[in-house]
C-alpha cells in the first residue's frame, strides 16, 4: 500500500470512528447541535486538506463539501434562522452549487447546467409557495416558465437552432394564459369580445377596398 492510500484511510477511518463515538455518546446524554456542528466541521476541513495535497482525489471534494453543507444546515436550524419548510430548498441549493462549480472549473461540460438549473428551479419555487407568492395557477405558469427558458437560451446561443423556439413559444404561452387568467379572468371575456368586433369590424373595411379592384379588373376584360 503507498503513501497516498494509507493517508486517505487513515483519514477516512478516521472520521468513521469519530461519528461512531460521538453516536454512542448520543446514546447516553445530549451531546447538543453544536458538537455535531464542531465535528462536521473540522472533519470537512480535514478531508479538504488531505485534498490540498493531492487535488486528483476529487472524491475528497465532494467529502468535504457534504460535511461542511450538513454543519451548516445543523447550525442554521440551531440558530432559528431557517425554518423547516425551507430546510428543502437549503438542500436543493446545496446539491446545485457543486454542478455549477464543476462547470466553471470546465466550460466544455455544459450538461452540469442542466441538473443545476433544475434543482434551482425548484429550489426558489419551495419558499415562493410558502410565502403565498404562488397559489396553484401560478405554480403551474412558473414551472412551464422555468420549462420553457432553457429552449430560448438554446436557440439566443445559437440561432440556427430555431427548432428550440417551438417547445419553447408553446410552454411559453400555455404558461402566459394560466398566468393571465389568475390575474384578471374577469376581465378576459370582455377583452375577447373586443378584439373580436374590431377584427370583423376591420374585415368589413377590407373587404370593401377590394371591390372597387374587381370590378376594374373586369371593365378592363371588356374593352377591345
Not at 454512542?24 to 490540498?52: F, N, P
Request: aromatic fraction near 12%; glycine fraction near 8%; hydrophobic fraction near 60%.
Amino acid at each position: 500500500m503507498n503513501t497516498q492510500s494509507k493517508k486517505y484511510g487513515l483519514v477516512l477511518g478516521g472520521l468513521l470512528i469519530v461519528f461512531g463515538v460521538l453516536a454512542l455518546l448520543e446514546t447516553v446524554t445530549d451531546l447538543g447541535a453544536w458538537v455535531w456542528v464542531a465535528v462536521l466541521t473540522i472533519g470537512g476541513l480535514a478531508v479538504y486538506g488531505v485534498y490540498a495535497t493531492d487535488r486528483e482525489e476529487k472524491w475528497l471534494l465532494i467529502i468535504s463539501y457534504a460535511m461542511l453543507a450538513v454543519a451548516g444546515l445543523v447550525a442554521l436550524l440551531t440558530l432559528g434562522v431557517l425554518d423547516d419548510p425551507y430546510v428543502a430548498t437549503y438542500v436543493l441549493l446545496a446539491i446545485a452549487i457543486p454542478f455549477l462549480a464543476a462547470f466553471l472549473f470546465d466550460r466544455t461540460r455544459w450538461g452540469l447546467l442542466i441538473p443545476f438549473y433544475v434543482l434551482l428551479a425548484v429550489g426558489v419555487m419551495v419558499p415562493l409557495i410558502e410565502l403565498g407568492v404562488l397559489d396553484d395557477n401560478l405554480t403551474v405558469t412558473y414551472i412551464l416558465l422555468a420549462i420553457a427558458i432553457p429552449f430560448f437560451v438554446v436557440f439566443i446561443r445559437n440561432t440556427k437552432n430555431w427548432w428550440a423556439l417551438i417547445p419553447g413559444g408553446i410552454l411559453a404561452i400555455i404558461g402566459l394564459s394560466f398566468l393571465i387568467a389568475e390575474a384578471s379572468v374577469e376581465y378576459i371575456f370582455a377583452a375577447a369580445l373586443i378584439v373580436a368586433g374590431i377584427l370583423i369590424v376591420v374585415r368589413q373595411f377590407t373587404k370593401r377596398e377590394e371591390t372597387p379592384q374587381v370590378e376594374e379588373l373586369d371593365n378592363s376584360e371588356e374593352t377591345p
